[in-house]
C-alpha cells in the first residue's frame, strides 16, 4: 500500500555491522537484546537463534563482567546474527571484545568518559574494521531541565573524540524514558552530523505501555526521515521486541514482513465472531515466514455491511460478513461466499498464493 506522502529519509553515512549495512537507503534494521546472562553461552546462543528466527537482524549483548567478555568469543563463531558488546564502566572490556570479534561495539559517554580510554578503543575499532554506536541514555546523562541539551552535547563531544582519532563509523542513540525528549534529542542531532541513528525508548514500563510509547516516539521520528536502525525496548520476551517492531515499520510502509490486515472494531451491527475469526487469523499468519521478496498482499476482514464491501474491494483480498456468511473478494471483484467457520482457511490458503507459496510454512 502506497501511502500519500512518501517519507523521505534522512542522508546518512552506510555503516556495516558484521553482513548488516545501515544508513544511506539501505532498509531500517531491527535490532534486540539477550536477555541472558552473556556468560551462559549456550542459553545465549539459543536466544539469539529465537530471535533470528523472528526477524531480529542485530542483537546487542550486555558485557558486565570478565565471564562475559570471555564467553563473547565462542558466542560469536556460532551466532546467525552480528553481535553488538554493550560496554559499561570498564573500556578495557571493549578492547577484549573487539579481540573477541563483535561486530560492534556500542560506548556509554555517561560512564565511559576518559579521552584516552575512549581514544584506544577508537584505535582498536578501527584495526577491527567495526563501528562504534555512540549510546546516551537519560539515565546516565541524570533527569534535568535541560536534559535533551546536555545528551546532544555530550554526543557531540563525543563524537569529537572519535573522530579526532580518524574514526568515522559512528552510530548514534539518545534514548529517554520520556517520549517528547527522545524525540526532540534526535531532532537536535540531526541536524548537527551525518551519522546513521538508532532509534528507541528506553525505560518504558508495563509491556503494552512500552509498545505504544516506542510507537509514538519511533514513528514519530521515522515518519520525519530520522532513524537506520530500531529496537522496541519491553520488560517482555526479547520476541516481543521484534514484533513491534516490525509493525511499526509497516504500519509507515517502510519494511514489508507479511500481509497489510484490516479488520474492523466490530459493533452491535456484526453478526459474526470477528473477534475470534482475526485472532485465529493471527495466528496462523505469525507461523508463515516470508522471504524478503515475497508480494504480500492487503487482506480486509470486515464484520458488516457498512463499510465492509468498500474495504474488501480495496484490499488484494477481503471478506465482507453479512449474516453468518462473507462475499469473498479478489482483486476488486466478489468470487464467492463463504461461511465464518471456513473463512480462515480460504484467506490463508489465497495470501499462500499471492506470496508465491505452495507449503503450509517457511522459515
Avoid at 529465537?50 to 558486565?64: D, M, W
Avoid at 572519535?162 to 540531526?190: N, P
Wanted: hydrophobic content about 40%; overall charge positive.
Amino acid at each position: 500500500m502506497r501511502s500519500l506522502k512518501m517519507i523521505i529519509r534522512r542522508k546518512t553515512k552506510v555503516i556495516k555491522i558484521g553482513n548488516i549495512a545501515i544508513g544511506g537507503n539501505n532498509p531500517i534494521a531491527i535490532q534486540s537484546m539477550a536477555k541472558t546472562r552473556t556468560k551462559d553461552s549456550f542459553e545465549t546462543i539459543r536466544q539469539i537463534n529465537e530471535l533470528a528466527k523472528s526477524g531480529c537482524e542485530i542483537v546487542r549483548l550486555a558485557v558486565k563482567d570478565n565471564e562475559d567478555v570471555r564467553a563473547l568469543k565462542k558466542i560469536k563463531q556460532k551466532a546467525v546474527l552480528p553481535v553488538v558488546a554493550d560496554i559499561h564502566f570498564n573500556w578495557r572490556f571493549a578492547l577484549e571484545a573487539i579481540d573477541n570479534g563483535v561486530d560492534k561495539i556500542r560506548l556509554n559517554p555517561g560512564n565511559i568518559s576518559k579521552k584516552a580510554e575512549v581514544k584506544e578503543i577508537a584505535k582498536a575499532a578501527k584495526r577491527a574494521g567495526i563501528p562504534i554506536r555512540v549510546g546516551l541514555n537519560s539515565g546516565s546523562i541524570g533527569d534535568t531541565p535541560d536534559q535533551v541539551k546536555k545528551m546532544v552535547k555530550s554526543a557531540r563531544d563525543y563524537i569529537g573524540i572519535l573522530e579526532g582519532c580518524g574514526f568515522y563509523d559512528i552510530v548514534v542513540s539518545l534514548k529517554c524514558s520520556d517520549i517528547i525528549a527522545t524525540v526532540e534529542a534526535y531532532r537536535r542531532m540531526s541536524k548537527l552530523c551525518d551519522y546513521p541513528f538508532h532509534l528507541g525508548v528506553t525505560a518504558t514500563g508495563f509491556p503494552a505501555e512500552g509498545a505504544i510509547k516506542s510507537a509514538i516516539a519511533i514513528g514519530s521520528l521515522l515518519m520525519e526521515g530520522i532513524g537506520d536502525t530500531i529496537r522496541v525496548s519491553l520488560t517482555d520476551r526479547p520476541g516481543e521486541e521484534i514484533k513491534a517492531a516490525q509493525r511499526i515499520l509497516e504500519s509507515l510502509g517502510l519494511r514489508n514482513f507479511g500481509p497489510q490486515i484490516i479488520s474492523c472494531p466490530t459493533c452491535g451491527r456484526c453478526d459474526v465472531d470477528l473477534v475470534n475469526i482475526v485472532k485465529d487469523l493471527e495466528s496462523k499468519l505469525s507461523a508463515i515466514r516470508y522471504p524478503l521478496s515475497a508480494r504480500t498482499p492487503k487482506v480486509a476482514v470486515m464484520g458488516c455491511v457498512v463499510n465492509g464491501p468498500g474495504e474488501a474491494r480495496h484490499a488484494d483480498l477481503g471478506i465482507a460478513f453479512g449474516k453468518k456468511e462473507g462475499l469473498f473478494f479478489r482483486n476488486g471483484k466478489a468470487i464467492k461466499k463463504v461461511s465464518a467457520d471456513k473463512c480462515v482457511e480460504s484467506l490463508v490458503k489465497e495470501i499462500k498464493k499471492c506470496s508465491g507459496q505452495n507449503h503450509s510454512y517457511r522459515h
